[in-house]
């Protein structure tokens, strides 16, 4: 059964950071493109960012360019989003998901508010 476990979310003040986490379990990881995307509260679900499967290749949508950083580690079938110079408009649920799959873990909030 193929899985997805966001952790790391939370309150955080503009300019802080966190960084999320993504166990991934059910499928070979290493052989995937590993997305992370996330949802405000009436907004649509958007693209944040990807990483390629061997780690070498990321891309970022252009809002969080220069701020957000995609990783991960195919020993530990774990993606990572750290996330610095955060701002209002970065509150969202988070999740993480292997391209080409359609089930969606439980998320984690990030609420950026001082």
């Known amino acids: 059964q193929v899985q997805f476990v966001e952790s790391g979310g939370g309150l955080v003040q503009p300019g802080g950071s966190l960084r999320l986490s993504c166990a991934a379990s059910?499928?070979?990881?290493?052989?995937?493109?590993m997305d992370w995307y996330r949802q405000a509260p009436g907004k649509e679900r958007e693209l944040v960012a990807f990483?390629?499967?061997?780690?070498?290749?990321?891309n970022y949508t252009t809002s969080v360019k220069g701020r957000f950083a995609i990783s991960r580690d195919n020993a530990k079938n774990t993606v990572y989003l750290q996330m610095n110079s955060l701002k209002p408009e970065d509150a969202a649920v988070y999740y993480c998901?292997?391209?080409?799959?359609?089930?969606w873990g439980q998320g984690t909030q990030v609420t950026v508010s001082s």
């Open positions: 998901r292997a391209r080409g799959f359609t089930s």
């Open positions: 059910g499928f070979t990881f290493r052989y995937y493109v």
């Open positions: 990483i390629s499967s061997d780690g070498i290749t990321t």
